[in-house]
């Protein structure tokens, strides 16, 4: 089977995009600054952080992971079949793979506001999910 790479290409690309401000909605509006500046200010998270530019790293990994997704789905469509249903398989596969069980062990152990990691596991795996549906949407032969 030879695969459209140009297609993953544009699907993963913008899969990132909708990834991106998924991410986004999440961090502002699930989460919120206001938690994140109490966490800061009680010391459970640093106030400065260890990889400089991490909005940036973010987003490139975002995007990596997307282009990732549509290989998977791309590579899955001759067993699975093609469409959304295939897709939406990957991509809840993926991010609960992706988002659940560190997420739950921080939300077990860690003393932070339980919203975070749940905030975290949802970026995860609704991103994840998006991103497939989107790549999957546009992907052809």
């Given amino acids: 089977m030879n ?9 993963g690309v913008a899969g ?3 990834w991106v401000l998924w991410s986004f909605l ?5 989460i919120g ?5 109490a966490a800061t200010t009680a010391g459970l998270f640093l106030k400065t952080p260890r990889y ?4 940036g790293h973010w987003i490139l990994i975002l995007f990596v992971l997307s282009i990732l997704l549509a290989h998977l789905y791309a590579w899955s469509r001759l067993t699975l079949g093609p469409g959304p249903v ?5 991509g809840f596969l993926v991010g609960f793979i992706a988002g659940f069980p560190l997420n739950f062990a ?11 990691p749940l905030g975290w596991m949802l970026d995860m795996w609704v991103g994840s999910i998006l991103a497939t549906l989107v790549a999957g949407y546009l992907y052809k032969e």
């Avoid at 600054?33 to 500046?37: D, G, V």
């Avoid at 295939?86 to 990957?90: D, G, P, Q, R």
Wanted: overall charge positive; proline content about 5%; charged content about 15%.
């Fill in 106 to 116: 921080q939300a077990t152990w860690v003393p932070i506001d339980r919203m975070f």
């Fill in 3 to 11: 695969l459209n790479r140009a297609r993953i290409l544009v699907g």
């Fill in 33 to 37: 600054n206001a938690r994140y500046e």
């Fill in 52 to 55: 400089p530019f991490f909005l």
């Fill in 86 to 90: 295939t897709a939406l398989k990957i």
């Fill in 16 to 18: 990132g995009v909708v």
């Fill in 26 to 30: 999440v961090g502002q509006f699930l």
